[in-house]
């Protein structure tokens, strides 16, 4: 079982910048796609940005193309996501997730483990 736990968020003024990380463990994490999901109240839960286990491809959502960084460090079984240039909208409860599969990670559907998430709420 693949245990993974968020953390970093926070409440951050428009404008600010927040880094979440997500530490995995039980699992063989330099394999799996990982993804970073947010959900905001009264909505569905949507597509952030993904990265391969092999760092050679990353995914943005239209929204945070440009402003959001995914990265991961295999040694320390763990993803990031940089955000910067926050905005209102951004506020939500943030996911991580991992993919075992060859998968795009485009999709909810395609995960196999999530986080239990961190709240990011932007002031403005």
């Known amino acids: 079982q693949v245990l993974l736990v968020e953390s970093g968020g926070g409440l951050v003024q428009v404008g600010g910048s927040l880094r979440l990380s997500c530490a995995a463990s039980?699992?063989?994490?330099?394999?799996?796609?990982m993804g970073w999901f947010r959900q905001a109240p009264g909505k569905e839960r949507e597509f952030v940005a993904t990265?391969?286990?092999?760092?050679?491809?990353?995914y943005y959502s239209d929204s945070v193309k440009g402003r959001f960084t995914i990265s991961r460090d295999n040694a320390k079984n763990t993803v990031y996501l940089q955000m910067d240039s926050l905005k209102p909208e951004d506020t939500a409860v943030y996911y991580c997730?991992?993919?075992?599969?060859?998968?795009?990670?485009?999709?909810?559907?395609?995960?196999?483990?999530w986080g239990q998430g961190t709240q990011v709420t932007v002031s403005s």
């Open positions: 997730a991992a993919a075992r599969r060859l998968v795009a990670g485009r999709e909810a559907t395609q995960y196999d483990y």
């Open positions: 039980g699992g063989t994490f330099s394999t799996y796609r």
């Open positions: 990265i391969s286990w092999s760092f050679t491809n990353t």
